[in-house]
């Protein structure tokens, strides 16, 4: 189920969802953006999550913690990839803006110690605690530590913010180039999360994990 961009929005369609069925886990997938030295399309598996309202000046202790649980974490660190793609886990930060530069990301990850940054699993996966369900989050990165964006995404995400995005896209070859790059990325970070789900989901069960049987939610920005 796709949730759409922001912690806002994530919350607002998790509870949505979680109001209405029961589920055997909540995962929040999708792309990261890399804290750390961490490869493009190597999947980080979170052990948790802080969340946070500024990209500026974090004190750890302040942040939100939600704690992946245990089983289901042990349960997607034990996924076989080969040598085709790294698995790790690792702490996730939530921030409500795009980070969409590489300074401003290894300042998040030298504050936080985090391996990673995306702007909804720490939402998802406060609203799957307060119903009680796992939660586990599974991403692939998509833009390394000292990749700047090509544009300040955050535009996009404003009621009338469209125009001026449109425009510093279509201002410079040089942003072209890095959409490209982002395509690139993304579309190697998609291929690595497709190829682990096709593995995951096989192995995890009642009997593995000691849960009642419902199904998996996954929860997709």
């Known amino acids: 189920m796709k949730t759409g961009i922001g912690p806002d929005k994530a919350g607002t369609v998790t509870r949505q969802i979680l109001e209405s069925e029961a589920w055997d886990v909540v995962i929040s997938t999708g792309f990261a953006g ?25 004190s750890v202790s302040a942040l939100q913690r939600i704690v992946c649980h245990p089983e289901w974490v042990k349960a997607a660190l034990s996924v076989s990839l080969g040598d085709s793609c790294l698995l790790q886990g690792g702490r996730f930060v939530t921030t409500d803006r795009v980070l969409t530069l590489a300074s401003q990301k290894r300042m998040l990850g030298e504050q936080t110690g985090a391996m990673a940054v995306d702007m909804e699993s720490g939402a998802i996966g406060e609203v ?28 996009f995400l404003k009621p009338f913010g469209w125009a001026g995005g449109v425009g510093q896209v279509l201002s410079s070859p040089r942003v072209w180039k890095g959409f490209f790059r982002l395509y690139r990325n993304s579309r190697q970070a998609g291929i690595q999360l497709s190829i682990f789900f096709e593995k995951f989901f096989p192995i995890v069960s009642a009997h593995t994990l000691s849960m009642a049987t419902h199904k998996p939610g996954v929860e997709i920005p």
Do not use: C, H, W
Not at 34 to 58: F, H, R, Y
Not at 128 to 151: C, E, H, M, T, W
């Open 128 to 155: 799957a605690k307060q119903y009680g369900f796992p939660f586990l989050i599974v991403r692939a990165i998509s833009d390394g530590i000292n990749d700047d964006l090509p544009v300040d995404f955050n535009k």
């Open 34 to 58: 890399a804290l750390n030295s961490s490869p493009i399309g190597s999947l980080v598996i979170g052990q948790e999550v802080l969340s946070g309202k500024s990209t500026e000046m974090l």
